[in-house]
């Protein structure tokens, strides 16, 4: 099979593979099912085997982390990391299928990334993306922005990103400081897609999420998935697109619909299955969907109720 293309993240100097791998599928109960440290290890191995060279991950997801530093930090010149900000240290998760809660303070801030990296065992990380799409005045008025750049300039952080949504994002992306913007986005889930031209457009880098939307109709009935709009198969079955599958499974259509916006450096797509993420890669490598059937698609999709928002 075809080695993984890669893409430049932005102006980071990371050239990452179009398709990366997320780790919140190791969070482990109570927010996810069990996980093993030894499926842990092997799904992780498995990533690095496939080519994937760029893992995300965040102190929110659990034993994530803990799994990755255990599973395959002797191969730490493999992959670029990325992780989160802003996520409680010490805290108690929220209850399953409800978001926790995120402080900026710069004590939290940077307690978070010193966990982060004894829980990786490592000395640095690629990129620390603020969690929870922070306001730019939460950022300044608690001090979290200037804990991270110092985190930066102490050789701890490489690069500082947002995982961003609406309405924040157009100010997150005004304020001028992020390298790299986490975003929501897929064939469903359209709603960023201006945005994330504007993101790009700044020569910042661009990670979608949620880019395979949990992969086939049949997996959209978790509405509790933050990463989901709030119809999914409503917009999958009202756009009628099953004549331009030619062939694909959804799962391949959505992410090589997602793979086809132009903006986009990678896609980040969890899984704790072998047999999914050798899928994921055969799909990724097979790249964009042709222009006309994107162009169809987005015809329908909008008609369906996922557009781009202003």
Not at 71 to 84: D, M, P
Not at 254 to 274: A, K, Y
Request: aromatic share 4%; charged share 20%.
């Amino acid at each position: 099979m075809a080695a993984l293309p890669k893409r430049p993240l932005g102006k980071t100097g990371i050239d990452a593979t179009i398709l990366g791998y997320g780790a919140m599928e190791l969070r482990g109960a109570p927010r996810g099912p069990e996980v093993s440290d030894e499926d842990a290890a092997a799904i992780l191995n498995a990533v690095l085997d496939s080519g994937i060279n760029y893992i995300d991950t965040s102190p929110d997801y659990g034993r994530s982390e803990e799994l990755i530093g255990k599973s395959i930090s002797g191969r730490r010149s493999e992959y670029f990391l990325a992780s989160k900000c802003g996520c409680i240290v010490g805290g108690t998760p929220a209850p399953a299928n409800q978001p926790n809660p995120h402080v900026f303070t710069a004590a939290n801030v940077r307690a978070g990334v010193e966990q982060s990296l004894r829980r990786m065992n490592t000395d640095y990380l690629d990129v620390v993306q603020f969690h929870g799409s922070p306001t730019p005045e939460q950022l300044r008025a608690d001090g979290g922005l200037d804990a991270l750049l110092e985190l930066q300039r102490e050789g701890k952080v490489r690069h500082i990103g947002m995982s961003g949504t609406l309405p924040n994002l157009p100010a997150q992306i005004e304020m001028g400081v992020f390298e790299a913007f986490q975003v929501p986005y897929s064939a469903i889930q359209r709603e960023h897609e201006t945005v994330i031209s504007r993101a790009a457009g700044t020569g910042a880098g661009v990670v979608i999420r949620g880019g395979a939307a949990r992969g086939a109709p049949s997996d959209w009935e978790h509405k509790s998935d933050r990463l989901l709009p709030p119809n999914p198969r409503d917009r999958w079955d009202n756009a009628g697109l099953e004549d331009l599958l030619n062939g694909m499974s959804p799962m391949e259509f959505t992410l090589r619909f997602t793979l086809s916006n132009p903006d986009l450096d990678t896609t980040i797509v969890g899984t704790r299955n072998p047999a999914h993420l050798r899928a994921n890669v055969e799909a990724a490598v097979k790249g964009p969907l042709p222009e006309s059937i994107v162009a169809e698609a987005k015809r329908r999709l909008a008609a369906a109720g996922s557009a781009p928002q202003a």
